[in-house]
């Protein structure tokens, strides 16, 4: 069974930095997409960033874009999301997801993703 468990959500203060972790377990192959997607207080979920793992293609959602970097660690079957120069708006419950069975790896489609993790608290204050 997949199971993805994200780390590194925190509160800091704005301008500040962050990196996520997202630990990978009980892959039999590397998943075709992986990707991580945040969910504000009383908003609907949306992508911030994703990779397609076979050519490192990225996407990024264009409120991040210069501020933001995914990247895949393969030997330890982890993902990373580098924040820096945060914004309150960016707050929110930050998820990690990932896609087995191929299809379209893009920021702005989150149905094909089939595995997703808890989820992990990001709180930035002005």
């Known amino acids: 069974q997949v199971m993805l468990a994200e780390s590194g959500g925190d509160s800091v203060q704005a301008g500040g930095s962050l990196r996520l972790t997202c630990a990978a377990s009980?892959?039999?192959?590397?998943?075709?997409?992986v990707g991580w997607f945040r969910q504000a207080p009383g908003k609907p979920r949306g992508g911030v960033a994703t990779?397609?793992?076979?050519?490192?293609?990225?996407t990024y959602a264009d409120s991040v874009k210069g501020r933001f970097t995914i990247s895949k660690d393969n030997t330890e079957n982890t993902l990373y999301l580098q924040m820096n120069s945060l914004k309150p708006e960016d707050t929110g419950m930050y998820y990690c997801?990932?896609?087995?069975?191929?299809?379209?790896?893009?920021?702005?489609?989150?149905?094909?993703?089939?595995?997703w993790g808890k989820g992990t608290l990001v709180t930035i204050s002005s």
């Open positions: 990779l397609f793992t076979y050519d490192s293609k990225t």
């Open positions: 997801a990932a896609d087995i069975h191929g299809g379209y790896c893009h920021v702005t489609y989150d149905k094909g993703m089939d595995s």
């Open positions: 009980g892959y039999t192959y590397d998943p075709y997409c």
